[in-house]
């Protein structure tokens, strides 16, 4: 989720749904910045001028059924009520530090524009992992052929529709328009992860 108002956030208390504390959350997030592809994101990111700052990235605890979220000025937020495993706080990390990147590179990037959110959301999905097989099988999904672009089209609309600017129908609308621009842009990488 990019460009929206930050989930709110609590005291760092333990997680009343389950999910981790906080402070748990910050160490898992310590975890992910030493990952091979959270390195190449952030070194992407500097050399493209965004060098990310200590606070760039925090847990928090968070209303709603979300994972975390990029507020562009802002940075990164894990929501730590909602992160179970190390691997659950590396796909939001990643996820967002594509959005990030993004952000970075288009001086111009709307995040009221349901077709600047969409590309962003194609690109994060398509090149964090979020849409693997096997994170799709423990969905529930059991879709073998095609489910990566499915998958995307399907957490794209989830992002887009939430963004008080975009209808249902704006939203589907713009992510058909820049679907194969964006679902082809695979930049900082040089193909798809």
Same mark, same amino acid.
């Given at each position: 989720?990019?460009?929206?108002?930050?989930?709110?956030?609590?005291?760092?208390?333990?997680?009343?749904?389950?999910?981790?504390?906080?402070?748990?959350?910050?160490?898992?997030?310590?975890?992910?910045?030493?990952?091979?592809?959270?390195?190449?994101?952030?070194?992407?990111?500097?050399?493209?001028?965004?060098?990310?700052?200590?606070?760039?990235?925090?847990?928090?605890?968070?209303?709603?059924?979300? +994972?975390?979220?990029?507020? !562009?000025?802002?940075?990164?937020?894990?929501?730590?009520?909602? %992160? $179970?495993?190390?691997? &659950? /706080?590396?796909?939001?990390?990643?996820?967002?530090?594509?959005?990030?990147?993004?952000?970075?590179?288009?001086?111009?990037?709307?995040?009221?524009?349901?077709?600047?959110?969409?590309?962003?959301?194609?690109?994060?999905?398509?090149?964090?992992?979020?849409?693997?097989?096997?994170?799709?099988?423990?969905?529930?999904?059991?879709?073998?052929?095609?489910?990566?672009?499915?998958?995307?089209?399907?957490?794209?609309?989830? +992002?887009?529709?939430?963004? !008080?600017?975009?209808?249902?129908?704006?939203?589907?609308?713009? %992510? $058909?328009?820049?679907? &194969? /621009?964006?679902?082809?842009?695979?930049?900082?990488?040089?193909?798809?992860?």
């Amino acid at each position: 989720m990019a460009g929206e108002p930050p989930p709110a956030a609590s005291s760092p208390s333990p997680a009343a749904n389950g999910g981790r504390t906080v402070k748990e959350c910050e160490e898992m997030i310590q975890r992910s910045l030493r990952t091979p592809m959270v390195r190449f994101l952030k070194e992407q990111l500097e050399k493209a001028g965004c060098a990310l700052g200590d606070n760039f990235i925090k847990a928090v605890n968070c209303d709603g059924k979300v +994972s975390g979220g990029y507020m !562009p000025g802002l940075g990164i937020v894990v929501c730590s009520n909602h %992160m $179970e495993l190390q691997d &659950d /706080v590396n796909q939001v990390v990643i996820h967002e530090l594509i959005h990030a990147y993004d952000e970075c590179r288009a001086a111009n990037l709307d995040w009221s524009n349901c077709a600047h959110h969409a590309c962003s959301e194609i690109r994060a999905g398509h090149l964090s992992g979020d849409c693997h097989y096997k994170r799709e099988l423990l969905r529930g999904y059991m879709k073998i052929r095609g489910h990566e672009q499915e998958c995307v089209r399907r957490r794209v609309m989830k +992002s887009v529709t939430a963004n !008080p600017h975009c209808s249902q129908a704006a939203a589907k609308d713009a %992510m $058909e328009a820049v679907w &194969d /621009v964006c679902y082809n842009d695979t930049k900082p990488f040089d193909r798809a992860p």
